[in-house]
């Protein structure tokens, strides 16, 4: 089997894409600077063909193997992270992109870039695929994610036209699962974490913004096969199951048998209304869809992350 780079490996998705591409014997070299990720997420991995090395991609990143595949998601991925670090994320998506595209060309690598529904921004079109050009405020606080994105997938078309590169885009909408951090200020881990300690959920607005939530078992699937597809153009993956964030609220209260009660806050700045993937291409191209729905889920979420950490004790 082929030698992997995973940049953002030691992260929630990436820890379960390493996991899952040493299941299919392939080697992993992880990628990761810790900034967002945490060791805690791979110690659990045991095998002589996992590599962990400490790097930050926006400086110069040297692999000495022969690499047959560059899995590119290092990036600050929840609003709280690139609220915080807004250039660090301007120079994950363009910097970072750079070398990791350089990698995959020097070593003749297929390279996936780890875009988002977020290139979207808040969408005209319902549900989006991937023709629809995009609704996205520039200058707006989230813009440093959302704009770092397209950057990247620009830059990202530009190595294939360009150089011959063999590169492929995925747009990743929203996805939970087990390691998620019980304070990145995403919904699900935050709705879990009231829940299960009892405490009111907090809804943002009237709660009938929408969502669609995918487990990170069945993204991980998706992420792979289309790696190891000829696709060129962008994909969505994630799960077309639409919910409102109050509907979502509901479920958690109800998985988790909570006490709790719901309460509403103030929309944060430029949250999109509507987000709902149209997931024909990659049915089309990948014979993929999700197979595991909200509710069984948010339980695998629970059993395999366990309530310590959902809470946050062990953060
Ligand atoms: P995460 O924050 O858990 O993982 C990101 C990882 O990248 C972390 O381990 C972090 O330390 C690492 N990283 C950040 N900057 C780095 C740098 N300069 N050098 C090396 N490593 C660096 O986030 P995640 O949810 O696992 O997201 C992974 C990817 O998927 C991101 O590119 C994100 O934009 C994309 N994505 C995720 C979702 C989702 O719902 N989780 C949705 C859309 C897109």
Redesign the pocket.
């Known amino acids: 089997m082929g030698t992997c780079v995973v940049?953002?490996?030691?992260?929630?998705?990436?820890s379960h894409l390493c996991e899952h591409l040493l299941g299919q014997d392939h080697r992993v070299i992880c990628?990761?600077?810790?900034?967002?990720?945490s060791l805690q997420n791979i110690e659990h991995i045991r095998d002589s063909a996992f590599d962990f090395r400490y790097?930050?991609?926006?400086e110069t990143v040297d692999i000495p193997e022969d690499v047959d595949f560059v899995y590119h998601?290092?990036?600050?991925?929840?609003p709280i992270?690139y609220l915080r670090l807004p250039l660090?994320t301007l120079k994950?998506g363009s910097h970072?992109t750079h070398h990791m595209l350089g990698v995959a060309k020097f070593k003749r690598a297929r390279f996936l870039l780890?875009?988002?529904?977020?290139v979207y921004g808040d969408p005209e079109v319902h549900p989006q695929t991937e023709d629809y050009w995009g609704h996205v405020n520039p200058i707006g606080p989230r813009g440093v994610y959302d704009e770092a994105?397209r950057y990247a997938e620009a830059m990202t078309m530009a190595y294939h036209r360009q150089q011959g590169v063999d590169t492929s885009i995925v747009r990743?909408?929203?996805?939970?699962g087990p390691r998620m951090r019980a304070n990145d200020g995403?919904a699900i881990p935050t709705f879990l974490r009231q829940a299960l300690q009892d405490q009111n959920l907090t809804v943002f607005g009237d709660g009938s913004q929408t969502r669609s939530f995918c487990y990170a078992d069945d993204l991980i699937r998706g992420i792979v096969s289309l790696a190891e597809s000829d696709a060129h153009m962008p994909v969505n993956i994630g799960n077309p199951n639409e919910f409102t964030l109050l509907e979502l609220a509901k479920t958690v209260i109800d998985v988790t048998e909570s006490r709790s009660e719901i309460i509403f806050e103030p929309l944060p700045v430029d949250d999109p209304q509507q987000r709902q993937p149209d997931i024909s291409r990659a049915r089309d191209l990948l014979g993929w869809e999700p197979t595991v729905e909200l509710h069984d889920g948010l339980q695998r979420t629970i059993k395999q992350a366990g309530v310590e950490r959902l809470v946050g004790a062990s953060d």
Not at 7 to 14: M, S
Not at 172 to 176: A, G, K, Q, S, V
């Open positions: 940049t953002g490996g030691a992260g929630f998705l990436g990628i990761d600077n810790l900034e967002t990720g790097i930050d991609i926006t998601l290092a990036s600050p991925a929840s992270d660090h994950v970072g780890a875009s988002t529904s977020e994105k990743i909408f929203n996805t939970y995403r």
